[in-house]
């Protein structure tokens, strides 16, 4: 089936500690997405790719940094420098250009 | 001031009643707009798309008024399934940047 993976869906991380979340997609979209969404608010982009080996930052990209490598793998990785890494994080992929994302599971990252 | 601004919420109504949330978007350069759904603890989903119309998807109906900058959803005959967090959502093109801004959500409790 077509669709959105991201891994893993539960992660417990050291403080200090970096850690990658994975994002994969086979829906053949050209964008990518990385929101980061804390409990009661909504959702806020931390980067966006349009391109293979091309990405921007979104509004809070402090502390994240990400790569594009492949078409389909949006790898996110939150740095020891994000201060406050607590939150529910979600990939999304669209058509270049397209209003529609479509979102995976999401991941639930916890600093402890 | 939010971008895009929503009441949180509870509204906690019936079966059977009709509900309607509303949405504020502070952008005039927002060019499309949407309502997702998500459910406690997963992704969002996409509803429906809101167009200058109006729109009418089964018992939703979704209306734009761009000259006052609000986006409303009508749920008629509420179902306890239609329990959830709503998010208005607006995409802009600006600085050649196209992104979706989400609201906080208004979350609706259906009750028997």
């Known amino acids: 089936d077509g669709g959105i993976t991201q891994s893993p869906k539960y992660l417990f991380r050291k403080e200090g500690q970096n850690v990658t979340l994975s994002c994969e997609q086979n829906l053949n979209h050209d964008a990518m997405y990385w929101y980061r969404q804390d409990p009661g608010q909504g959702l806020r982009l931390i980067y966006y790719s349009q391109i293979v080996n091309d990405f921007q930052k979104g509004d809070i990209a402090e502390g994240y940094s990400v790569s594009r490598e492949k078409k389909e793998s949006f790898p996110l990785t939150v740095t020891s420098a994000q201060k406050n890494p607590t939150a529910f994080y979600l990939c999304a992929s669209s058509l270049l250009g397209g209003n529609t994302i479509y979102f995976g599971e999401g991941s639930w990252l916890t600093v402890v | ?112």
């Open chain 2, 1 to 112: 001031r939010k971008e895009v601004e929503q009441d949180p919420g509870p509204f906690n109504v019936p079966e059977g009643a009709t509900v309607a949330f509303n949405c504020t978007y502070s952008n005039s350069a927002s060019q499309s707009f949407f309502w997702y759904r998500q459910d406690c603890r997963k992704e969002p989903k996409l509803l429906m798309s809101v167009y200058s119309s109006g729109n009418e998807d089964g018992r939703f109906t979704a209306q734009l008024n761009r000259a006052s900058q609000y986006i409303s959803l009508l749920i008629r005959d509420s179902k306890l399934s239609d329990s959830a967090t709503y998010l208005c959502v607006v995409n802009r093109l600006d600085t050649g940047r196209r992104a979706l801004t989400f609201g906080s959500g208004t979350r609706l409790q259906v009750q028997p």
